[in-house]
């Protein structure tokens, strides 16, 4: 069974500091999802990287998939309270007919 | 152009009653995906549509939950009888087509409350 962990489970700062969310599996994926949930809506997607050790910048957000694409960490610079919300990490595995799996999530608060 | 519609947003029912939620996803998506996300957790796929046809439904706790799409367009999620385990929001998702790199487009959910 593919499980994705994400680090920390909750994590609250004050605006303008930097922060860091993980994402571990031990199983390769084909490509790593970063959706943004907040409260009464669906998700939405914020990157796709798909080779490893690529790295994306979404403004103040920098996502990186490990080498081994069993990993992959998001960056927020300067954190401000408009990021505030849940950031969902989800692995898709072409050889298991493109299934989606998703972490449990970052529940981050960023006080201004 | 419009998202992901679902309807209703928000159900109560009482435990061993039958509910259902319909879906409407964006137009010409092909693939349709019905999530359920427990508090405090990702979403947790229940069965994934191509057009019409059943792709993935191993995670569909089949003795209670049944799902549709008929025509390959709106689809109904229906749990009869519910249990109180099923308290959670429901998501539905649609994309283009099945493949890697694929942007899923998720509605605001349904939130079922079951007493």
């Known amino acids: 069974t593919q499980l994705l962990e994400q680090s920390p489970q909750f994590l609250s700062i004050q605006e303008g500091e930097n922060l860091t969310v993980y994402c571990n599996s031990s199983?390769?994926?084909?490509?790593l999802q970063w959706y943004r949930q907040e409260p009464g809506e669906g998700p939405v997607l914020l990157v796709t990287v798909v080779t490893g050790g690529e790295v994306k910048k979404l403004k103040r957000l920098t996502f990186q998939f490990g080498d081994a694409r069993k990993d992959s960490s998001l960056h927020i610079t300067a954190a401000q309270p408009g990021d505030t919300g849940l950031y969902l990490c989800a692995g898709e595995n072409a050889t298991g007919g493109f299934k989606t799996i998703f972490g449990a999530g970052t529940r981050l608060f960023v006080k201004a | 152009e419009a998202g992901v519609a679902q309807s209703p947003r928000y159900k109560i029912i009482e435990k061993r009653q039958s509910v259902a939620f319909w879906c409407n996803p964006i137009s010409g998506h092909a693939t349709l995906y019905w999530y359920q996300q427990i508090l405090g957790q990702g979403p947790k796929l229940l069965i994934q549509f191509q057009n019409n046809g059943v792709v993935d439904d191993s995670q569909l706790p089949k003795d209670r939950f049944s799902a549709e799409r008929l025509k390959g367009v709106d689809s109904t999620l229906k749990i009869q009888p519910a249990k109180l385990e099923d308290s959670a929001v429901y998501l539905c998702?649609?994309?283009?087509?099945?493949?890697?790199?694929?942007?899923?487009?998720f509605g605001p959910g349904t939130r079922l409350t079951v007493l």
């Open positions: 199983s390769v994926f084909s490509s």
């Open positions: 998702a649609s994309s283009l087509e099945i493949q890697v790199n694929n942007e899923q487009f």
